[in-house]
Nanobody, 125 residues
Framework: QVQLKESGGGSVQAGGSLTLSCAAS????????LGWYRQTPGKERGLVAS????????YYAFSVKGRFIISTDNAKNTLYLQMNSLKPEDTALYYC??????????????????WGQGTQVTVSS
């Protein structure tokens, strides 16, 4: 399984931007479906954005469409989430995930998929 490590979280004022990175090791990310999820206390982890294995069909949750961009850099074996026009409701713990086939709304398949450890994003009003 691929190992994932997020970075780039932090605190920002509403309207600002942050870019999250998810560095992979052990496997090549281009062989995986990739995604970003987020979770707030007391709520289930939810899918924010994802890319299919070919990287041709991005998905965005309605709440972030037009503000967030998911992308990869195969040379760096890294997944990114560019977050613009941030809102206080974007405050959450953000996780990257990978699955050799597909990602569901709940995440990668437990037996073959991977999660990162999470990075906190806090947006103040």
């Amino acid at each position: 399984q691929v190992q994932l490590k997020e970075s780039g979280g932090g605190s920002v004022q509403a309207g600002g931007s942050l870019t999250l990175s998810c560095a992979a090791s052990g496997r090549t990310l281009s062989n995986y479906a990739l995604g970003w999820y987020r979770q707030t206390p007391g709520k289930e982890r939810g899918l924010v954005a994802s890319l299919n294995r070919s990287g041709t069909t991005p998905y965005y949750a309605f709440s972030v469409k037009g503000r967030f961009i998911i992308s990869t850099d195969n040379a760096k074996n890294t997944l990114y989430l560019q977050m613009n026009s941030l809102k206080p409701e974007d405050t959450a713990l953000y996780y990257c995930a990978a699955d050799p086939d597909h990602l569901s709304r709940l995440g990668p398949r437990p037996d073959v998929g991977s999660w990162g450890q999470g990075t906190q994003v806090t947006v103040s009003s």
